[in-house]
């Protein structure tokens, strides 16, 4: 079963970085698409920001544009990053990391069929004060 290992959550001041990293292992598919999610309690699950691994394209969510950017390792091409700026108080979440699972994807959009197929993360705890 594939496993989704997140790091690099934290407290942080408004304003502040963090970059949040996820590791795909025991992988039986090459993964097309992963992607950083997140919920704050008493609020539905959002889409933050996916990739096309192995690609150029990216999407993110309207509420973090110009501000986060996700990236894949050169090397691993399991291994996804999200580095976050000027972050906001509304950017206080569990951020859950998911990977494509076989035959659900491209697209890589944040609604896109492979999101409800994904494998997920335990997530790591992002606040911003």
């Known amino acids: 079963h594939v496993q989704l290992v997140e790091s690099g959550g934290g407290s942080v001041q408004t304003g502040g970085s963090l970059a949040l990293s996820c590791v795909a292992a025991?992988?039986?598919?090459?993964?097309?698409?992963m992607g950083w999610f997140r919920q704050a309690p008493g609020k539905e699950r959002e889409g933050v920001a996916a990739?096309?691994?192995?690609?150029?394209?990216?999407?993110y969510a309207d509420a973090v544009k110009g501000r986060f950017q996700i990236s894949e390792d050169s090397v691993n091409k399991s291994t996804v990053y999200l580095q976050m700026s000027s972050l906001k108080p509304e950017d206080t979440a569990m951020y859950y990391c998911?990977?494509?699972?076989?035959?659900?994807?491209?697209?890589?959009?944040?609604?896109?069929?492979?999101?409800?197929?994904?494998?997920w993360g335990r997530g790591t705890q992002v606040t911003v004060s």
């Open positions: 998911a990977i494509e699972s076989r035959g659900t994807g491209p697209p890589c959009s944040l609604q896109a069929p492979w999101v409800e197929a994904a494998d």
């Open positions: 025991k992988l039986t598919y090459s993964s097309n698409c």
């Open positions: 990739i096309l691994l192995r690609g150029d394209d990216t999407a």
